[in-house]
């Protein structure tokens, strides 16, 4: 029982036990209210009283009755009792109807110039990230690939048939550990052209390096060749130590890419052609290869060559120089500015006079994704 019920009890006990004289308590009141007004009652919501306090109110039996229905009268005449209004009954909110936020139109490619586009695809690139490889996976880096295989029979006369191959790669997260690269010949039979007919132009011969499946530490899967291949070589684009090694100026990416033409004359073919060459690898990091877009923007006579080019059921912009005896393509998804590949055309002069020119002689796609295991073929 806690102060209040005691009090409470105390207060009633005996005027539950003794018999009810009210008489001489109404007198008492009615002198009180002929005396003037009474001092203010306040009463304190039962929440908010302090137990402690409740003891002042423990007075004899007949001062708290009289007490009692004082309280009761002055209630009565200073305080209304007014209705207790409902709670208002939650609604739920009605939907204001807003415009639709229109999304930004992507460029027409078809108006865009070669700078522009590789401009964009960098822009595109800058932000991306490539899926990371953790420890014990693999790089994975699949190829597509169209290759001209010429046989020469003569002083300016031969025939030429395109091969289609898979070559994948796996490479690990640590160069130094296994590498494994396998290759695969699809078709060997599509004639191109020949100073001869094709009934009389037998298909090349498939050698032992044209498919098959090796492996090796650094990515050393022939040991005997010339030169030695070195792991960490900083020379090498096959090696992560090439992509860690370059700049991320454009201008000075610019500048690497004419030193590793010069023995070549540095000119903008040369320079196209190893671009490509080295985006082949599929080692170059995202935000390095938005750089090396940039870079390759700056080599004069880059044009748009085709708006929708399709390499291997992907549709990208075909950007590349004219040159008379072949034209080198760089394909570009413009959604995404992935490098989706490279195509290789037959320019007006060909290198074989057999080949008619704007024949394809050549082309490449690119896919990477990321293998937890040796040789595992990731989901596409």
């Known amino acids: 029982m806690n102060e209040l019920d005691e009090t409470l009890e105390l207060l009633h006990r005996e005027a539950r036990t003794a018999p009810a004289d009210l008489s001489a308590a109404r007198a008492r009141l009615q002198a009180e209210l ?43 005449q200073q305080r209304p009792a007014r209705p207790v209004a409902a709670p208002p009954v939650p609604t739920a909110p009605v939907p204001v109807p807003t415009a639709p936020v229109p999304t930004p139109a992507a460029p027409d490619v078809r108006l865009m110039s070669a700078v522009q586009v590789l401009t964009r695809a960098a822009d595109l690139t800058v932000g991306a990230a490539d899926a990371p490889v953790g420890p014990g996976q693999f790089r994975y880096v699949a190829e597509h690939t169209w290759v001209g295989r010429g046989v020469q029979t003569g002083d300016r006369t031969g025939y030429t048939y ?51 499946q090796w492996q090796g530490r650094c990515g050393d899967f022939f040991p005997k060749s010339k030169p030695p291949k070195k792991c960490g070589d900083a020379t090498d684009w096959d090696s992560p130590a090439f992509y860690a090694a370059l700049p991320h100026d454009p201008a000075a990416l610019y500048a690497k890419l004419q030193q590793l033409t010069k023995h070549r004359g540095s000119t903008p073919s040369v320079m196209f052609h190893f671009g490509i060459e080295i985006l082949r690898a599929g080692q170059m990091p995202a935000p390095l290869r938005a750089q090396w877009y940039r870079a390759l923007a700056k080599i004069p006579g880059i044009t748009v060559l085709a708006a929708e080019a399709n390499l291997d059921g992907r549709t990208g912009v075909a950007l590349g120089l004219d040159d008379r005896h072949e034209i080198r393509q760089l394909i570009i998804d413009p959604v995404t500015g992935a490098f989706i590949g490279e195509r290789t055309v037959a320019g007006a002069e060909p290198d074989e006079p057999w080949i008619k020119p704007g024949t394809e002689i050549g082309a490449s796609a690119i896919t990477t994704a990321v293998a937890d295991r040796l040789g595992e073929v990731p989901p596409k």
């Open 34 to 76: 002929d005396a003037g007004p009474a001092a203010p009652v306040v009463l304190l919501h039962p929440e908010r009283r302090h137990p402690k306090r409740l003891r002042r109110f423990a007075l004899p039996v007949a001062a708290a009755v009289a007490g009692v229905v004082a309280v009761t009268v002055v209630v009565s």
């Open 162 to 212: 395109l091969w289609e191959q898979e070559v994948d790669r796996w490479i690990p997260a640590d160069e130094h550990d296994v590498w494994q690269e396998t290759r695969k010949i699809l078709t060997t039979g599509k004639f191109l052209g020949g100073s001869v007919p094709q009934a009389q132009a037998p298909e090349p011969e498939i050698t032992d390096t044209d498919q098959g």
